[in-house]
């Protein structure tokens, strides 16, 4: 089930991507103990994808948005998501109450997993009434990120202090409820806005399978 030329050159592209802002992500990170939580996720995602290549191989739209929210990833273990640069310039600039680069990354906890998600259902015909396809994705997402939020307390609880960085909580008490809203947000926009493009993408990764 391989494409032609361009579709192995998408495919590089994107794994030299990876490949580069991992490397660059674990020069000196803030702290290598987050960064090797933070990053594990985006690394089991590309295994996973590897090795289902030939099995399963996602349309480029899907592949495009899991490599997006690796480099979140991989940039919120390089400085952690509390101290990220940019987002404390945003801070300082506009008078805000904390460092907003984790919410970013729980809206594509949400977001991409939707996409995934979505495109197994649909290219499986999991779901016999499309209509309720919207609903169970969402469903998904929102149980994925809660089982996120237990692996966190579960780390927090087996490495004390150490994992203050990777909770990232900022001293907000409702830190657990506004990761799981912003998945649940990005779970809805994925599902509002990018159908189309999607149902177009996976339309032609099956032309080029033939």
């Known amino acids: 089930m391989d494409g032609g030329n361009g579709d192995n050159t998408n495919k590089l592209w994107t794994l030299g991507v990876f490949l580069a802002v ?10 290598r103990f987050t960064w090797a939580l933070e990053v594990a996720p985006a690394v089991a995602g590309l295994v996973v994808i590897l090795a289902f290549r ?9 592949c495009l948005f899991i490599l997006v929210q690796a480099v979140v990833l991989m940039v919120g273990g390089r400085y952690t998501y509390a101290e990220n640069p940019l987002f404390a310039w945003l801070q300082e600039a506009l008078h805000l109450s904390r460092n907003y680069y984790d919410r970013l990354g729980h ?8 996409l ?26 929102l149980a994925i990120s809660a089982a996120y939020e237990f692996i966190e307390w579960w780390v927090a ?42 149902d177009r993408s996976m339309a032609r990764l099956l032309g080029r399978a033939g």
């Open 54 to 62: 030939r099995r399963f191989p996602l349309s480029d739209l899907t």
């Open 22 to 31: 991992l490397i660059w992500s674990g020069i000196s990170p803030h702290d």
């Open 107 to 114: 809206f594509f906890q949400g977001f991409t997993p939707a």
């Open 157 to 198: 609880l087996a490495t004390g202090e150490a994992a203050e960085a990777f909770l990232g909580t900022q001293g907000d008490v409702w830190d657990t409820q506004w990761d799981m809203f912003m998945a649940l947000v990005g779970a809805a926009c994925a599902m509002v806005f990018m159908p189309r493009l999607q």
């Open 116 to 141: 995934i998600v979505r495109e197994v259902f649909i290219r499986n015909r999991i779901v016999a009434k499309p209509g309720w396809l919207p609903f169970i994705v969402i469903c998904i997402c």
